[in-house]
């Protein structure tokens, strides 16, 4: 079965302040592909970023990095220096390969980011 | 702009009836996707569509229904069979049909409020 845990359901941090955002996830597949999404209080899901289960290299972008680790099943989100229009919820979610419409997301992690 | 639409943003619907979801992209793309979104939980897939006439059930499609008569449109129409209908509701869609992993994008949503 697949599966996404986010542990942590909601953060606060004060701006400025570095924060991780914990995705741990289930498969037996070999080939997968792992998301996050950031969700403002207007509704939109927002993409961020795509992993393929192949490619375990770190990726920065910009104040944003993220940390695929298979050995640990996990795929962890850090915000460098927060700002406040960090705010949101942010969602890991988990694609089988070949089974596009199989797309499991985690319950999410309410991020906020205080002045 | 290209993007994906969703109207209404709010929507208001007395029990027993039937209720239609808009969803138009401009962008292109084969797949279209129907999510419904609930207090504190990831996404849960209601319909998908990977080309024009053709759809299939998600997860949780009793209740629902829809149509793809047009490649930018994707109507999602909640029944009155759909016993607990009020939730945000999020439109997707991805590029080519062909590669079910191809990445989503989504709408702004509407939420759905049953009286």
């Known amino acids: 079965a697949q599966k996404v845990t986010q542990a942590q359901t909601e953060i606060s941090v004060v701006e400025k302040e570095d924060v991780t955002l914990d995705c741990v996830y289930e498969?037996?597949?070999?080939?997968?592909?792992l998301f996050w999404y950031k969700q403002p209080p207007s509704g939109e899901l927002v993409f961020l970023i795509r992993?393929?289960?192949?490619?375990?290299q770190n990726e920065i972008s910009g104040r944003y990095s993220w940390n695929f680790q298979k050995s640990t099943s996990s795929f962890n989100f850090t915000i460098t220096a927060s700002q406040v229009v960090d705010s949101a919820v942010y969602f890991c979610?988990?694609?089988?390969?070949?089974?596009?419409?199989?797309?499991?997301f985690g319950p999410g992690t309410r991020l906020s980011v205080l002045p | 702009d290209g993007g994906i639409t969703q109207s209404p943003k709010y929507l208001f619907r007395k029990e027993g009836q039937n209720v239609t979801l808009s969803c138009e992209q401009n962008?292109?793309?084969?797949?279209m996707y129907w999510y419904r979104q609930d207090p504190g939980q990831g996404l849960r897939l209601i319909y998908y569509?990977?080309?024009?006439?053709?759809?299939q059930k998600g997860d949780i499609a009793e209740g629902y229904s829809v149509s793809r008569e047009k490649k930018e449109s994707f109507p999602l129409t909640v029944t009155s069979a759909q016993k607990n209908p009020t939730a945000f509701y999020l439109c997707?869609?991805?590029?080519?049909?062909?590669?079910?992993?191809?990445?989503?994008?989504f709408g702004p949503g509407t939420r759905l409020t049953v009286l």
């Open positions: 997707a869609s991805s590029i080519d049909q062909s590669r079910s992993t191809d990445t989503q994008y």
């Open positions: 992993r393929n289960s192949f490619d375990e």
């Open positions: 962008l292109n793309h084969d797949a």
């Open positions: 979610a988990l694609m089988r390969d070949n089974y596009g419409q199989n797309f499991v």
């Open positions: 569509s990977q080309i024009v006439n053709d759809f």
């Open positions: 498969t037996r597949d070999t080939t997968y592909y």
